[in-house]
């Protein structure tokens, strides 16, 4: 199955930035990274993982209005790896931030933002902002 790897997270200052790298290995045989809807879920501290806070399908991207102007999402194809820049962080951005992927294929192939619609999970990454 397909194995995500999160990294890059760590303690920040409010204002701070961060960049979240998720790098994807055993895709299935006959598929590119392309072929993959990816995403950035978070969980904050006692509460439960919030809807997508960034897309990346089709070679375009989503981020919702609570982090639009400040979070950023891309990918390298080339290198099966799915970046979340992060930048004007503040305290209420704490959380663990995780990656997933969606298989797409036709009949499968529109955005995604709910965590049950995705294949694939990472472990997670620990950002903290400090107020």
């Known amino acids: 199955q397909v194995q995500l790897v999160e990294s890059g997270g760590g303690l920040v200052q409010t204002g701070g930035s961060l960049r979240l790298s998720c790098a994807a290995s055993g895709l299935a045989s006959g598929r590119t990274f392309s072929s993959y809807a990816m995403a950035w879920f978070r969980q904050a501290p006692g509460k439960e993982r919030e809807f997508a806070v960034a897309?990346?399908?089709?070679?375009?991207?989503y981020v919702p209005a609570s982090v639009k102007g400040r979070f950023t999402t891309s990918r390298d194809n080339a290198k099966n790896t799915l970046y979340l820049q992060m930048n004007s962080l503040k305290p209420e951005d704490t959380a663990v931030y995780y990656c997933?992927?969606?298989?797409?294929?036709?009949?499968?192939?529109?955005?995604?933002?709910?965590?049950?619609?995705?294949?694939?999970w990472g472990q997670g990454t620990q950002v903290t902002v400090s107020s």
């Open positions: 997933a992927a969606r298989e797409r294929y036709p009949g499968r192939n529109s955005p995604a933002t709910a965590e049950d619609q995705y294949d694939y």
């Open positions: 897309l990346a399908w089709g070679g375009s991207t």
